[in-house]
Every structure is written in structure tokens, then in C-alpha cells.
């Protein structure tokens, strides 16, 4: 997240004015005094900037640590293939050995021991023949062996060097997180400082107007799947927006997401922009209940349509789980899943 410029610069004004201001901002009138460099609309429309930033970052979060976890699951996979490899290679060894031992030593059937045991000249190479034969074989099995154990274990290496740099990643983002754990605090408090008005001003802003849920009854989705997960979102509602969070009593966008599907049996990332990779792209004009509608660029929010140009979303700190309008600012599309 850049820090630099005019921009940032005009945020953190505001921000010191309004950490002055502190609970006088609250009986601030709806618009400031001509001239007053930070008016009540200006407070409201920082806070709910701030709440996209920190949603941002959270997402960003939220997909390091997804990353992470493919990553580490590679990392097994290939060591356990590695293992498997060298179980074989080290089997093969042993009956390599053996032969060899049999073969030099008399108590098999060695070159010696087939000339000297053949009754023919014929008989004698069809022994030699098969010695050569055996010989071969597990040296093939050997080669082959080991050029497996060697992809693995250059498998092996390139996923452990993932993981790392996926672990690497993490750590960053959540130093990032912790950093910003003292500016959370400051937003949560600039909030509460918000008349009611600001508040829903603000969380308009960020996370869309709040609109009165439909009855149950009223959300039908065309497969079994898509209700259960429209059915498990509504069932959300009222839930608080907590940051990172994925159920079961407190959710973000993608943790909502993440929940509801998961009842339905479907596996999604705990990341916005991942899950809105899935599934099949559709047109605004063809939603249907239990498709995801996503927003912003890159990706940062996500919520469930339930029909009726309506979606249930976690949207933004200080709104719980709530039902609103598909078309609030920054819709950039949607995917069906089921």
C-alpha cells in the first residue's frame, strides 16, 4: 500500500484533525463551516477509504496465506515422493546385490557355473543369454529409479523453495498487519467518533447501503448446492465483520463466502480475488442466486447473489452480515460456481 504523495498526505491531515477533534466530531452539523478544511462529508468518506484499505490488506492476507498452504501441501507431496523413490532404489539395490553374489560366488547361476554345468555349446549361451538378460533388466529398473528419485528430488527442492518464499510472503504481510494494527485501532475510534448519519454515510461508501432482507422463502437458487449456500450466507445475517475472520461467528467477505460454500460442499480460498477466478464469468444481466458478485480492481470484496438485484455480504467494519444492492459503487463481476 503506497504511502507517498499528495494523497496520502491530505489522509493524514484529515487523520490528525479529526484525532483532535475527537467527540466534538460527533455534534458536528452535517456540513462544516465555509472554509473549515475538514468537513463532517470529508470524515465520513476518509473513515470509509481507511475501511477499504484495510480490507485490501486483508485480502492480500487472506491469499498469502491460501499460497502458503498449496505450497506446503507441494512440498509434502514431494517429499513423500522422494521417499518412495528411494524405498524402490534401495529394494533394487538389495536384488542387485544378491545376483551379483550369486553370480561371482558359485551358489547361483553364474558365467562359470553355466559353462561348466551346460551339456552344450548352445545350452551355454542360452544361460549367458539369460544372466545378461536379468543383468540388464535391473539395470534399466536401476536407471529408471534413480532418474525418478532425481525429479523428485528436484521437485522436492523447487517446492520447499515455494513454501519458503510463500512463507517469506506471509510473514511480510502480516508484519504489514501487525503495523497497522495501531491505525485499525485509530479507525475503529474515528468511526465511533461519526454521528449515526456519518456512520451510514461511511459504511454507504464502503460497503453499500444496507436493505431489508427478503424472507427465506423468498431467496430460491437453481440447484441444491447454490441454496444451501445462499442459505447458510442469510443465515449470517447480524454476524459482526471482523478482519481475516471465516466463521463460525464472525466473518470478512471472503470468509463469508468461504463458509457458506464450504456447507454446501464446495471448497473455496479464503481470497476475493481467488475465488473471483472460479467458476464460469456471468453477465450482470444473468445472475442468479448463489453467484459470487465481486468488486473493485484488483479484487477486494465479494459477496452472494440472492436475485432481486440483491447480495448478502460482509461488508465493512462496524455493519454485520447484511443484505444490499449488487450495484453499489465498484462491481466489477461475478462468477457462478454451481
Not at 540388464?136 to 528430488?153: F, K, S, Y
Not at 484488483?298 to 440483491?310: A, E
Request: glycine letters at 8%.
Amino acid at each position: 500500500m503506497t504511502r507517498s504523495g499528495p494523497q496520502w498526505r491530505k489522509r493524514t491531515l484529515l487523520l490528525a484533525v479529526i484525532a483532535v477533534v475527537g467527540i466534538d466530531l460527533a455534534s458536528a452539523p452535517a456540513a462544516a463551516a465555509p472554509g473549515d478544511p475538514v468537513t463532517a462529508e470529508d470524515a465520513a468518506s476518509l473513515v470509509a477509504e481507511r475501511g477499504h484499505e484495510l480490507e485490501v490488506l486483508t485480502e492480500q492476507f487472506n491469499e498469502a496465506r491460501e499460497n502458503l498452504e498449496s505450497q506446503q501441501m507441494a512440498a509434502a507431496v514431494a517429499q513423500d515422493e522422494v521417499a518412495a523413490a528411494e524405498a524402490a532404489l534401495a529394494a533394487l539395490s538389495d536384488q542387485l546385490a544378491a545376483v551379483a553374489q550369486t553370480a561371482y560366488t558359485g551358489d547361483g547361476l553364474g558365467a562359470v557355473q553355466a559353462f561348466m554345468t551346460s551339456g552344450s555349446p548352445e545350452e551355454f549361451l542360452d544361460r549367458i543369454a539369460l544372466l545378461e538378460s536379468v543383468a540388464g533388466h535391473h539395470n534399466d529398473v536401476l536407471d529408471r529409479v534413480a532418474i525418478a528419485r532425481t525429479a523428485a528430488e528436484e521437485a522436492q527442492a523447487a517446492a520447499e523453495k515455494a513454501a519458503a518464499e510463500a512463507q517469506q510472503q506471509v510473514d511480510e504481510v502480516a508484519a504489514q498487519q501487525a503495523d497497522l494494527q495501531s491505525e485499525i485501532a485509530e479507525y475503529q475510534a474515528q468511526y465511533t467518533a461519526l454521528t449515526a448519519a456519518q456512520r451510514e454515510e461511511a459504511d454507504a461508501a464502503h460497503g453499500g447501503r444496507t436493505l431489508a432482507a427478503p424472507p427465506p422463502s423468498a431467496v430460491v437458487a437453481d440447484s441444491a448446492a447454490a441454496q444451501a449456500a445462499v442459505d447458510t450466507a442469510m443465515a449470517q445475517l447480524g454476524d459482526p465483520y471482523v478482519w481475516a475472520a471465516a466463521g463460525p461467528d464472525s466473518f470478512d467477505c471472503s470468509g463469508l463466502t468461504q463458509y457458506a460454500f464450504a456447507a454446501a460442499g464446495i471448497s473455496l480460498p479464503h481470497s476475493s480475488r481467488m475465488q473471483a477466478t472460479m467458476g464460469q464469468a456471468v453477465p450482470r444481466a444473468e445472475l442468479q442466486a448463489g453467484d459470487l458478485v465481486y468488486f473493485y480492481s484488483p479484487v477486494s470484496h465479494i459477496g452472494i447473489y440472492i436475485g432481486g438485484g440483491q447480495m448478502v455480504h460482509a461488508s465493512t467494519f462496524g455493519e454485520p452480515v447484511k443484505v444490499g444492492s449488487v450495484d453499489m459503487s465498484g462491481y466489477a463481476g461475478a462468477r457462478r460456481i454451481v
